[in-house]
């Protein structure tokens, strides 16, 4: 049973920076894509950053939507078997609950899309004040 565990959550002021943390137990971690989801109020859950393996699953790749891309940093470390999302230059429009999602088939192909992601935490709010 693969279990996610998301924390770093809070409220911070335009212009700051949170680091989430998303600590996986269960499973084979290193062999894992994993994925950086947000939902904010009223809005469909959207793809903020991914880590997955290369084709010949030598090397991690990642992967960032182009709203975050330059502010925010994904990065894992697997001998704690941990993922995290740097964010920095925070915008009122980056408040959102943010979710980690990790799956072992996911590819760079498909990194983007939640429905093939099949491990989920419960999310940490994200609110970024003007």
């Known amino acids: 049973q693969v279990q996610m565990v998301e924390s770093g959550g809070g409220l911070v002021q335009a212009g700051g920076s949170l680091r989430l943390s998303c600590a996986v137990s269960?499973?084979?971690?290193?062999?894992?894509?994993v994925g950086w989801f947000r939902q904010a109020p009223g809005k469909d859950r959207e793809f903020v950053a991914a880590i997955t393996w290369s084709g010949g699953r030598t090397y991690y790749r990642t992967h960032y939507a182009d709203s975050v891309k330059g502010r925010f940093t994904i990065s894992r470390d697997n001998a704690k078997n941990t993922v995290y999302l740097q964010m920095n230059s925070l915008k009122p429009e980056d408040t959102a609950v943010y979710y980690c999602?990790?799956?072992?088939?996911?590819?760079?192909?498909?990194?983007?899309?939640?429905?093939?992601?099949?491990?989920w935490g419960q999310g940490t709010q994200v609110t970024v004040s003007s």
């Open positions: 999602a990790a799956d072992p088939y996911v590819s760079s192909l498909t990194a983007r899309v939640s429905s093939e992601y099949d491990y």
């Open positions: 269960g499973g084979t971690f290193s062999s894992y894509a």
